[in-house]
């Protein structure tokens, strides 16, 4: 099993950035694949983007590629989602997820299903 906590969000101005930590114990981080999830009030929990095992491969949602980038550092236990150029519609909890039943991307990476682990939460509020 592992235990996942994200942290990094705030209050941030349009136009601005932020990067998102999620720390992990319990079993080794290598062997999982990592994804980052968004959920804003009254919607569903929508991909963001997903890094496999050694941190080689990803994948994102095409709205968000080119302002996000997700990375792994496994030695720290940790994968980060740096977000630039922040706008409103980005205002949502944030959310790391983990799963050890695939360690590289599948066409399957972007659904909530394909996870067994997920974190509390880290609320990113995007200012106009």
């Known amino acids: 099993q592992v235990q996942l906590v994200e942290s990094g969000g705030g209050l941030v101005q349009a136009g601005g950035s932020l990067r998102l930590s999620c720390a992990a114990s319990?079993?080794?981080?290598?062997?999982?694949?990592v994804a980052w999830f968004r959920q804003a009030p009254g919607k569903e929990r929508d991909f963001v983007a997903a890094i496999n095992w050694s941190g080689d491969d990803t994948y994102y949602a095409t709205s968000k590629k080119g302002r996000f980038t997700i990375s792994r550092d496994n030695a720290k236990n940790t994968v980060y989602l740096q977000m630039n150029s922040l706008n409103p519609g980005d205002t949502a909890v944030y959310y790391c997820?983990?799963?050890?039943?695939?360690?590289?991307?599948?066409?399957?990476?972007?659904?909530?299903?394909?996870?067994?682990?997920w974190g509390q939460g880290t609320q990113v509020t995007v200012s106009s």
């Open positions: 997820a983990a799963t050890g039943r695939a360690l590289n991307i599948t066409p399957y990476s972007n659904t909530n299903d394909h996870y067994d682990y």
């Open positions: 319990g079993r080794a981080f290598s062997n999982y694949a």
